[in-house]
């Protein structure tokens, strides 16, 4: 498929694409769909379980010794310094809901850092993947950040923390401070793993949330980056796959960006 890449990220897009059929076969009969809670708003379907399915035996067959973390299966007992971290389905909210904005996403990491990612929109059939070092591409062509500077003119990604209360004073801060600063728009999508592949090709500006988990951001934080944006958490620290805090967007937007929240957040 991508012949400059590495079997890790053609393997990673092939399942990807195979879980995406599996997800779209779902899609078609909603109306019989089985969806159980997990938590308060928290869901998982079968659709989720399938495609979680799908991707761990690939993955499994072809890298017996690579550790996995899953969001539904958890994690195995595998010791290594590489891991998969998988989101079957980010955006199962839409998916159940009927919204047409979900994706499988697959990251590969070393070391706990990302050095690969694969986000897949099967509606859309949209293949987002990268590699350290080799770029990031959507559907095989080459994907850059946006060059907007001015967050007058910018247009931000979020996801709202409605799950955990403890987040939600500073994530209205955070909101105060992008309007204060009259932010040229705001849009709240639902699935993180493609908010962050739309700030890597260039539809969105930039993108923040928090409490996310590496699955939702091991692909898509590794495709900014190919992209040619920087990501982090909303201090400027890189240990947002610990913290679950994101900021991403284009160098420039994101220095300001960090600049107006440490002046209103500290």
Not at 67 to 80: P, Q, R, Y
Not at 94 to 103: D, E, Y
Not at 165 to 190: F, N, P, Q, W
Request: charged letters at 25%.
């Amino acid at each position: 498929m991508y012949n400059s890449y590495s079997p890790q990220l053609n393997i990673a897009a092939n399942a990807a694409l195979l879980a995406g059929k599996s997800i779209m076969r779902f899609y078609s009969r909603l109306e019989t769909l089985k969806v159980m809670s997990k938590g308060f708003n928290d869901y998982v379907s079968e659709a989720d379980q399938e495609a979680e399915k799908i991707i761990t035996e690939a993955l499994m067959k072809a890298y017996p010794q690579y550790k996995i973390t899953a969001e539904e299966s958890g994690s195995n007992d595998v010791k290594s310094e590489y891991e998969w971290f998988i989101d079957p389905l980010d955006g199962t909210t839409n998916f159940i809901h009927g919204i047409p904005q979900f994706a499988v996403s697959i990251g590969l990491c070393k070391d706990k850092v990302p050095i690969l990612g694969v986000v897949y929109d099967p509606f859309k059939n949209e293949l987002f993947c990268a590699e350290k070092g080799k770029g990031a591409l959507m559907n095989e062509k080459k994907i850059r950040v946006a060059k907007c500077s001015s967050i007058k003119k910018a247009v931000f990604g979020t996801g709202i923390p409605y799950r955990k209360k403890d987040h939600s004073g500073v994530y209205i801060e955070t909101l105060r401070t992008l309007m204060d600063a009259r932010c040229g728009s705001i849009r709240r999508l639902g699935a993180a793993a493609l908010d962050l592949s739309y700030v890597a090709s260039g539809r969105l500006d930039g993108f923040w949330e928090f409490n996310l988990k590496p699955w939702d951001i091991a692909a898509g934080s590794i495709i900014v980056s190919e992209a040619g944006g920087h990501i982090s958490d909303i201090n400027g620290n890189e240990n947002y796959l610990e913290t679950g805090n994101v900021l991403a967007a284009n160098i420039n937007l994101h220095e300001d960006v960090i600049e107006k929240l440490q002046k209103n957040l500290i």
